[in-house]
């Protein structure tokens, strides 16, 4: 049999730690929850526009170069290059042009979507598209508050994703894709940021905490954790006629001497050899040897000199 697996040709790929593809996983949720805010906003606000029932939820968060992001797109769609304030960075706003005919249609009075036109805008419809992205980028600057350094604004709009070169090539831009259902017509809608410009924000409004004491910050946290301790007697072995058969009054005959010490456990495992005392009120165990590590070692007594730690028992 011919081994597919063994012909088969691996794709590797160079990964630069300076400029990693990835998002925290802190960041990713910030964003993930800044852009489903900005989806039901602009929902409403495309339904009060184009007059018919508007949704729009996030589908996904990435980041990827520029050179990426344009080879998934189609050739010919609508491109909006968006100026962030005074800042050379550009963000790209993406949709498709049937779709940007659709809501122009429905805003002069029509009924139908424009499904399958591939063409450029006129004046009229230039204009009004531009209208509704320049709206849709004032909620995305309000739901994205601090994280955007400045507010966007429509700087062009272009109709071959090839051509409208808004980054470098090498570029890192985060990637929102948006899924937008206008009356029954259902499009995708995508976000590019400049990593450059949101990264340092999000590193801002949610730092993500240096791993060089990570050892540490473990030990530390592994400290406040709450664990079960208990004294117990030698346990006892018995049938199930003879649990089922106990009732008020019976004496259960147990293995262990009256001047053995008692055996302190955390988590099942042996930790301790106990003797029980009073302190006030309360029953005490008073350590009185450390089992060791290894099995069948004699256990290790508790010097003179070392005062026995004392662990109370829960009343």
């Keep these: 049999m011919h081994d597919v697996g063994a012909t088969a040709e691996l794709a590797v790929e160079a990964y630069d730690f300076r400029r990693p593809t990835t998002l925290a996983r802190e960041h990713s949720r910030i964003l993930e929850a800044a852009f489903d805010s900005f989806a039901r906003q602009w929902g409403t606000q495309l339904t009060a526009k184009v007059r018919t029932k508007s949704t729009a939820t996030t589908e996904s968060v990435i980041v990827q170069t520029y050179d990426e992001y344009v080879a998934s797109l ?73 994280l955007l350094p400045a507010e966007p604004s429509v700087e062009s709009i272009q109709h071959n994703s090839q051509f409208a070169q808004a980054a470098a090539t090498s570029d890192l831009m985060v990637v929102v894709t948006c899924a937008l259902q ?77 001047h053995d010490p008692f055996v302190v456990t955390v988590g099942g495992e042996d930790l301790a050899r106990a003797m029980v005392v009073r302190t006030g009120t309360r029953a005490a165990a008073r350590i009185v040897s450390l089992v060791p590590p290894a099995r069948g070692a004699d256990p290790a007594p508790v010097t003179p000199d070392a005062p026995a730690p004392t662990q109370e028992n829960r009343p």
């Design 74 to 146: 189609p050739t010919v769609t609508c491109m909006v290059r968006c100026v962030l304030g005074d800042t050379p960075a550009k963000m790209v706003v993406q949709f498709p042009t049937p779709a940007a005919l659709g809501w122009v249609a429905r805003m002069l009075g029509g009924s139908s979507d424009k499904v399958g036109l591939e063409r450029k805008l006129t004046p009229i419809e230039h204009a009004l598209v531009k209208a509704l992205v320049e709206e849709a980028l004032d909620v995305l600057a309000y739901s994205l508050g601090p």
């Design 182 to 258: 206008v009356g029954e017509t259902a499009s995708s809608v995508t976000f590019a940021i400049p990593a450059d410009t949101l990264l340092p924000q999000l590193g801002a409004v949610n730092p993500v905490a240096s791993s060089d004491n990570a050892a540490q910050l473990t030990r530390e946290q592994v400290a406040q954790v709450p664990m079960e301790v208990a004294v117990r007697l030698a346990p006892v072995a018995v049938t199930p006629d003879q649990v089922l058969s106990l009732a008020v009054g019976d004496t259960l005959t147990l293995p262990h001497h009256a």
